[in-house]
């Protein structure tokens, strides 16, 4: 049984960081961090293909978060530096299967499993 769990959530003021972690129980060819703000749709941020270590983000987060991945670990992380009130969401670890690629960010009906998510919020 797949499973992709999420840690490193928090509180953090604008312009912190935080760090998100993600312990994949399987590999996968391709993985995402999503996010879904209350009320909104969930929405890609992120994306790495795991063989060449290519890399896919959304403009909204380019040069203030990097997504990597410990293929050692099997784990997945996403450093958010500089945060806004915006980036406040509960964020989503996720894989596909058969499919990658950066065209998924905006694809999330084409996501097979997801985490349970963990929540940041960040205040002005």
């Known amino acids: 049984q797949v499973q992709l769990v999420e840690s490193g959530g928090g509180s953090t003021q604008a312009g912190g960081s935080l760090r998100l972690s993600c312990a994949a129980s399987?590999?996968?060819?391709?993985m995402y961090w999503f996010r879904q703000a209350p009320g909104a749709e969930r929405k890609g941020v992120a994306g790495?293909?795991?063989?060449?270590?290519?890399?896919y983000y959304v403009d909204s987060v380019k040069g203030r978060f990097t997504i990597s991945q410990d293929n050692a670990k099997n784990t997945l992380y996403l450093q958010m530096n500089s945060l806004k009130p915006e980036d406040t969401a509960t964020y989503y670890c996720?894989?596909?299967?058969?499919?990658?690629?950066?065209?998924?960010?905006?694809?999330?009906?084409?996501?097979?499993?997801w985490g349970q998510g963990t929540l940041v919020t960040i205040s002005s």
């Open positions: 790495i293909s795991t063989g060449i270590g290519a890399t």
């Open positions: 399987g590999t996968f060819d391709c």
């Open positions: 996720a894989a596909a299967v058969g499919v990658c690629g950066s065209f998924l960010l905006t694809r999330a009906g084409l996501i097979r499993y």
